[in-house]
């Protein structure tokens, strides 16, 4: 299992602009959110149809980071932070408009009337059984998803606060440490534990998106899964601090 990288709120808001206005509009979108759920919701905003619609991603100084490709890939896995821009481009060679006045209230669909609308990205995945809409796919997700969430609070509750542990994440060297926290939390669903390590080798100092969760030094303090969490006899090692 992954140790969480820490981000401090799992909503983040973006710009938005496109290649047929001059319109921008701000929101707010969960970086979980798949690409193909986000084109449906740009393209009520656009009015964009996702036929047509490429995605490129630029920082909060407007410097161009990536082109967005895969639509089965999550928000969350491309470099979005707050107040980074989101531009949308038709590809079906429609024309800027030069005469748009931005004192207007722009217009965007009801959820009602984008329902009904026949080409539309929503209506494309209904017709053909897509994402959210494969009752099947979904049901298995969900399925493969409460028994994952169900391991793991089991796991959970294996561990205390003050236990000692050791923490094992692929790919990242074993840490040992104290356990600090153990339940859920706001900045990402399901149960996790808060970890003071021996080293300065986690993330932060046990307060994540301005939540005290536990105490401890700075760099000192990660989140990981019950997963990655092995709890026994593991005494703090001794780094020769006190020789001379």
């Known amino acids: 299992m992954e140790e969480v990288t820490v981000i401090s709120n799992p909503i983040v808001s973006v ?6 206005s001059s319109f921008e509009k701000s929101t707010r979108f969960n970086r979980g959110i798949t690409i193909a759920a986000l084109k449906a919701k740009l393209e009520m905003i656009t009015g964009i149809p996702l036929s047509s619609m ?15 490709e895969d639509n089965d890939y999550l928000l969350g896995s491309y470099p979005v932070d707050d107040d980074c821009r989101i531009h949308v481009i038709d590809r079906s060679g429609g024309q800027l408009d030069l005469f748009n006045d931005s004192t207007v209230e ?13 080409d539309s990205a929503r209506s494309f995945m209904k017709k053909h059984n897509l994402g959210q809409f494969n009752e099947e ?4 997700k969900n399925a493969e998803r409460a028994a994952r969430d169900e391991k793991r609070k089991a796991a959970a509750d294996s561990i205390s606060v003050g236990n000692r542990c050791k923490v094992e994440v692929a790919g990242q060297p074993t840490k ?15 149960f996790w534990v808060g970890v003071k ?16 969760y536990f105490e401890c030094e700075n760099k000192y ?10 709890v026994g006899d593991f005494p703090e090692e001794d780094y020769g601090l006190d020789e001379l």
């Open 15 to 20: 710009r938005i602009t496109n290649s047929l």
């Open 54 to 68: 490429d995605l490129e991603i630029f920082s909060v100084a407007d410097t161009f980071l990536q082109k967005v």
């Open 106 to 118: 722009k217009f965007e669909l009801t959820d009602d009337v984008y329902d009904k609308k026949t």
């Open 137 to 140: 796919e979904t049901a298995k």
């Open 176 to 190: 040992l440490g104290t356990v600090m926290y153990v339940g859920t939390t706001d900045f990402k669903p399901g």
């Open 197 to 212: 390590y021996d080293e300065p080798l986690g993330k932060h100092n046990g307060t994540v998106g301005g939540k005290q």
């Open 221 to 230: 303090g990660g989140f990981v899964t019950p997963l990655s969490v092995t």
